[in-house]
Nanobody, 118 residues
């Protein structure tokens, strides 16, 4: 079993910045893709950004140019630097990892709240 532990959420004013971190609990496996998703009240969970083991990235159009995803493979950690935050970025942010343990498995963190005030 792999556990993902998130940190870094909170309350920030519009235009401000936050940095989310997510650490995977084990190191004796291969993490293919790590990413961040978010879910606002009454809405479906959506992809924010993801990054492959080789560093390839993919972003939602709504965050391009404002958010940056990065990862430290040695530490099994993924980061999300969020700048120029907007009220519409308010959501619970979930860390996600696709891990090869025999086969490809999908893991989620518990979520961290990000609230952007106007």
């Amino acid at each position: 079993q792999v556990q993902l532990v998130e940190s870094g959420g909170g309350l920030v004013q519009a235009g401000g910045s936050l940095r989310l971190s997510c650490v995977a609990s084990k190191s004796d496996f291969f993490i293919n893709v790590m990413g961040w998703y978010r879910q606002a009240p009454g809405k479906q969970r959506e992809l924010v950004a993801k990054i492959t083991n080789g560093g390839g990235t993919n972003y939602a159009d709504s965050v391009k140019g404002r958010f940056t995803i990065s990862r430290d493979n040695a530490e099994n950690t993924v980061y999300l630097q969020m700048n120029s935050l907007k009220p519409e970025d308010t959501a619970v942010y979930y860390c996600n990892a696709l891990v090869v343990i025999g086969y490809l498995r999908n893991y989620w963190g518990q979520g961290t709240q990000v609230t952007v005030s106007s």
